[in-house]
C-alpha cells in the first residue's frame, strides 16, 4: 500500500530554496513514475513535475524550467523536488504523487497523493 509522507516545505522569502522530500512505505515506488502537483488558496491543483521510475525521464511545467529539479532515489524509497529562486505566486501547498500505472510520468488521474506540506513564499 502506497503511503506518501511530504517534507521540507516552510516559509521562505523571494529568491530562496526550498527541498521537498516525500518518503514512501509501500513496496511499489521504485517501479511507477513519481511526481510533484502544488494547489494555491482557492486554485485547483496543478503539475510541477514528473519523473520516470528509474529517474531518466522528467518533466516539468514551463513555468518551474531551470529552477526546480526532480530526483528519486529508489533504495532510500524518497522523491525529492529542489526549488530554486523561488517566487512568490508558487505559495502553495505541495502534494507527492505516486503513479499506479505509468512508469514514465505521473498523472492526477492515477496517482496516490501524500497529504502536502505548505510551501509559502514571502515577497
Known amino acids: 500500500q502506497v503511503q506518501l509522507v511530504e517534507s521540507g516545505g516552510g516559509l521562505v522569502q523571494a529568491g530562496d530554496s526550498l527541498r521537498l522530500s516525500c518518503a514512501d512505505s509501500?513496496?511499489?515506488?521504485?517501479?511507477?513514475?513519481a511526481g510533484w502537483f502544488r494547489q494555491a488558496p482557492g486554485q485547483g491543483r496543478e503539475f510541477v513535475a514528473s519523473?520516470?521510475?528509474?529517474?531518466?525521464?522528467?518533466h516539468y511545467r514551463d513555468s518551474v524550467k531551470g529552477r526546480f529539479t526532480i530526483s528519486r532515489d529508489n533504495a532510500k524509497k524518497t522523491g525529492y523536488l529542489q526549488m530554486n529562486t523561488l517566487k512568490s505566486e508558487e505559495t502553495a501547498i505541495y502534494y507527492c504523487?505516486?503513479?499506479?500505472?505509468?512508469?514514465?510520468?505521473?498523472?492526477?488521474?492515477?496517482?496516490?497523493w501524500g497529504q502536502g506540506t505548505q510551501v509559502t513564499v514571502s515577497s
Open positions: 504523487a505516486l503513479d499506479s500505472q505509468s512508469r514514465v510520468r505521473v498523472t492526477d488521474q492515477s496517482a496516490s
Open positions: 519523473v520516470s521510475w528509474d529517474g531518466d525521464y522528467t
Open positions: 509501500g513496496p511499489t515506488f521504485s517501479s511507477y513514475a
